[in-house]
C-alpha cells in the first residue's frame, strides 16, 4: 500500500517561507502524478501545484510565482518550496498522487488516489 508522509509545516510571518515534503512509501516505481493541495477551514480542498509525466507543471493562480512544487524521482519524494506566504495560504496541505493518468485535470482532487495526513501552514503576525 502506499503511503504519503509529509512533514515541513509549520507558523510563519507573512513574506516567509516553508518547505514542504513528501516522501512516497511502499512502491517501488516513480509516481507519474502528483500534487499538493490545500484545505482552509470552511473552504473546498483545493489544487495548488502539481507535477506529471503528461503535462507542464501547474499552479494555482493564488500561488503561482511565489510557490515552486518539485520532486527528487530517485527518492520518490515531492517538494513544495513556498516563499512570500500570505496570510491567505493558511491551511491544511495535503500530498497527493496517483498512478493514473492524470493529464486531463491535475489539479482536481478527484484525480487523485492516494493522500497524506496533511501539514498545517499557519501564516500569521
Known amino acids: 500500500q502506499v503511503q504519503l508522509l509529509e512533514s515541513g509545516g509549520g507558523s510563519v510571518q507573512p513574506g516567509g517561507s516553508l518547505r514542504l515534503s513528501c516522501a512516497v512509501v511502499g512502491y517501488s516505481s516513480s509516481v507519474p502524478c502528483m500534487g499538493w493541495f490545500r484545505q482552509a477551514p470552511g473552504k473546498e480542498r483545493e489544487g495548488v501545484a502539481s507535477?506529471?509525466?503528461?503535462?507542464?507543471?501547474n499552479y494555482a493562480e493564488a500561488v503561482r510565482g511565489r510557490f515552486t512544487i518539485s520532486q527528487d524521482v530517485a527518492k520518490n519524494t515531492l517538494y513544495l518550496q513556498m516563499n512570500s506566504l500570505k496570510p491567505e495560504d493558511t491551511a491544511m496541505y495535503y500530498c497527493a498522487a496517483t498512478y493514473r493518468d492524470c493529464s486531463g485535470g491535475n489539479l482536481v482532487r478527484r484525480s487523485y488516489d492516494y493522500w497524506g495526513q496533511g501539514t498545517q501552514v499557519t501564516v500569521s503576525s
Open positions: 507535477i506529471n509525466d503528461w503535462s507542464p507543471i
